[in-house]
């Protein structure tokens, strides 16, 4: 499979942001226990455990094909780099998401035996480390997002692009220019996003 190799610092920025935006939806659909609308169920966590995987070969699949490039820009390698490092945040929340998993499953099929204390202690710890998990799979897909949130704006900065911009405008009309609309809003909305996410 390949593809054409778009490589300029903005396009690159770009697809780490979009990647970082995955991150952050990944985290919004966690379950949470005791809310109703988002209680832990099986099938939702599995059908997340996959999604995860599908991020996961995606990465692979951003690593490849800059790593393959026979014409790599200078930022590349730290792309790739940022690529890479997503990997593990991403297989930690679907690790833990498998224990979710796991704990789901048990709690199913200890149902009936709920009123027994022997069951009920192992059913109580069985929550336990469901939200522990839970905690940890948050946990690794804010870093990730928050991560590569941060490689965008290093690869691409808005001063660079605002610096250019006002170069430009300043040989042809003399004047600094005013800025693209929403550049600096560009990079500000991905942290208010997270920071509203929880």
């Known amino acids: ?3 054409p190799v778009d490589n300029t610092p903005l396009s ?9 935006f995955a991150f952050d939806a990944q985290r919004g659909k966690l379950p949470v226990p005791g809310d109703p609308h988002r209680s832990p169920d099986v099938v939702a966590v599995a059908r997340q455990i996959s999604e995860l995987g599908k991020l996961v070969t995606e990465l692979g699949d951003e690593v490849l094909f800059r790593a393959a490039d026979q014409n790599q820009a200078p930022h590349t390698a730290r792309v790739i780099a940022n690529f890479a490092a997503a990997v593990e945040p991403a297989g930690e929340a679907a690790s833990a998401l498998g224990a979710v ?3 789901l499953a048990f709690l199913n099929q200890t149902e009936s035996l ?3 204390p022997d069951a009920r202690d192992a059913r109580e710890a069985a929550v ?3 939200e522990e998990a839970l905690a940890t799979a948050d946990a690794a897909l804010h870093d990730g997002a928050n991560s590569l949130h941060a490689a965008s704006a290093t690869v691409s900065p808005p001063s660079a692009r605002l610096q250019a911009a006002r170069s430009r405008s300043a040989t042809t009309a003399h004047s600094p220019g005013r ?3 929403n550049v600096t809003t560009a990079v500000a909305a991905p942290s ?3 920071a509203r996410g929880r």
């Open 101 to 103: 998993a796991h704990q």
């Open 179 to 181: 800025p693209p609309p």
């Open 1 to 3: 499979m390949e593809r």
């Open 12 to 20: 690159d920025a770009l697809a780490l942001r979009a990647t970082a």
């Open 192 to 194: 208010d996003r997270i």
């Open 114 to 116: 709920r009123d027994q």
């Open 128 to 130: 336990r480390v469901m």
